[in-house]
C-alpha cells in the first residue's frame, strides 16, 4: 500500500502550465493492543524520520531498533531540559592559532554536557535536541555570558592576552528569538567585554531561511560592534550574492575541505578558491578541523593565517587555555610536525 502511495505521489502534475515532479518518503507504524493514537503517530513519526535520513522516497516500518532509538531520544531531550540548572553544561575552548607567528589569537567557546550516569554525551547528539526543543536559546545565552566573562579573565590576568578574541556559535532558533539583540548588548554591557572581541559564528544555511529577516538581525548584532562569521562555509547552499548582502566579517573553511587537503589538486583548487573569493569580499578566513602536518603546510601557502583543530589543540577547559597564555607557548609548523610523528 505504501509504494503504491509513493508511485501515485512522484506522477508528474501541471501547475500554470509547468510540469512539477515531487517525491514522498513514508513512515509506518502498525498498531497492536498496547497502542494509542500518540504512540502510534509518534512511532509512525519516528520511521519517517528515519526514511528522510536514509534517501529521498524512502519506506521505513518502525520495529524494535527505532523504538529503542526514540526511548533513547526521548530520554536524552527530558534529561537535558534541566541540566544546565543542575549544573552539568560546561563550556569548553579550542584555540585559534595564527599558523605564520605561531600565537595564540582567539578560541572558540564549545558547550560540553556530562551526563551523572551517562557521562560525557557527544554534542552531535544534544545539540540537535536542544534546537528542536527550544532549549538551545537559555543555554546559547548561558555560553554567550559565560565565553565574555571568560575572554575578560583572560584579558586581565595576563597583557598577552590583550588581543584574543572569542567564538561563539549561535543557532537559528537564537537568531530567530525577537529579543536577540537585546540579549546580546545587555551581556556585553554586563561583562564589560570588547564587543570587537566577540565574533558570532552562524552556520552557512542561516542565510538561505528568511534573508530579510537575517539582513535586518545581523545587521543589528553588527552595529553593536561585535564580528560575524559563517561556520562550515562551502557546505552549506548561500551564494555569494548572498554572502555580499550580509555584514559578514569571516569565513570559516569546512573541515570537509581540509581534510581533503593535499589528496589530489582538485581539492586544494577549491580551498585555494574560498581563500581568494575572501580576499576579493575583504573577510578573514580561518581554516577548521586541522589534522595532519601536511594539511597546515599547504593552508599556510595557500595564504590562511588563522587556523584551529586536534593538530594544534582539542577542545579544553579555561584552565588549560590559561596555562598557555601564561606559558607564551608558541605554535610552529615544525613544532606540530613533532607532535604528529
Known amino acids: 500500500v505504501a509504494e503504491r502511495i509513493r508511485m ?3 506522477e508528474p502534475w501541471q501547475l500554470r502550465n509547468e510540469e512539477l515532479h515531487i517525491t514522498a518518503s513514508l513512515g ?4 497492536d493492543a498496547t497502542s494509542t493514537p500518540d504512540s502510534l503517530l509518534r512511532d509512525a513519526d519516528a520511521a519517517l524520520s528515519r526514511a528522510k535520513e536514509f534517501r529521498r522516497g524512502s519506506i ?3 520495529d524494535d531498533g527505532l523504538r529503542h532509538q526514540a526511548d533513547q531520544r526521548l530520554a536524552t531531550t527530558s534529561a537535558l531540559h534541566g541540566a544546565l540548572d543542575r549544573g552539568e553544561l560546561a563550556v569548553h575552548y579550542q584555540p585559534i592559532i595564527d599558523i605564520v607567528s605561531g600565537k595564540l589569537t582567539g578560541a572558540e567557546s564549545l558547550l560540553r ?3 551523572p550516569q551517562r557521562g560525557p554525551i ?4 544534544f545539540i540537535p535536541l536542544a534546537e528542536e526543543s527550544g532549549s538551545i536559546v537559555p543555554m546559547g545565552t548561558w555560553v554567550l555570558e559565560q565565553a ?3 575572554l575578560v579573565r583572560w584579558q586581565l590576568e595576563n597583557p598577552c592576552a590583550s588581543g584574543m578574541t572569542i567564538a561563539v556559535n549561535v543557532s537559528v532558533r537564537q537568531l530567530q528569538s525577537p529579543d536577540i539583540v537585546d540579549v546580546v548588548g545587555r551581556i556585553l554591557r554586563e ?3 570588547r564587543p570587537a572581541d566577540v565574533c558570532l559564528e552562524l552556520t552557512e544555511s542561516v542565510l538561505m531561511n528568511d534573508v530579510e529577516y537575517f539582513q535586518t538581525t545581523l545587521g543589528n548584532l553588527h552595529s553593536l560592534g561585535v564580528r560575524l562569521a559563517i561556520d562550515d562555509f562551502g557546505t552549506g547552499y548561500s551564494s555569494l550574492s548572498y554572502l555580499s548582502q550580509f555584514p559578514v566579517d569571516t569565513v570559516k573553511i569546512d573541515r570537509a575541505f581540509v581534510s581533503l587537503l593535499g589528496a589530489n589538486s582538485t581539492d586544494n583548487t577549491l580551498t585555494e578558491a574560498i581563500v581568494a573569493m575572501a580576499g576579493a569580499l575583504d573577510l578573514d578566513v580561518v581554516a577548521e578541523g586541522i589534522e595532519t602536518y601536511e594539511q597546515l603546510c599547504i593552508l599556510q601557502d595557500l595564504g590562511v593565517h588563522l587556523a584551529q583543530g586536534f593538530l594544534l589543540s582539542r577542545p579544553v577547559p579555561a584552565a588549560n587555555i590559561s596555562e598557555l597564555i601564561n606559558s607564551g607557548h608558541i605554535w610552529t609548523v615544525e613544532t606540530a610536525h613533532r607532535v604528529t610523528t
Do not use: D
Request: charged share 10%.
Open 28 to 31: 509506518i507504524a502498525l498498531a
Open 191 to 193: 561583562t564589560g567585554v
Open 148 to 150: 565574555c566573562e571568560q
Open 60 to 62: 521505513v516500518v518502525f
Open 113 to 115: 554536557w556530562t551526563h
Open 8 to 10: 501515485v505521489l512522484t
Open 122 to 125: 557527544s554534542p552531535a547528539e
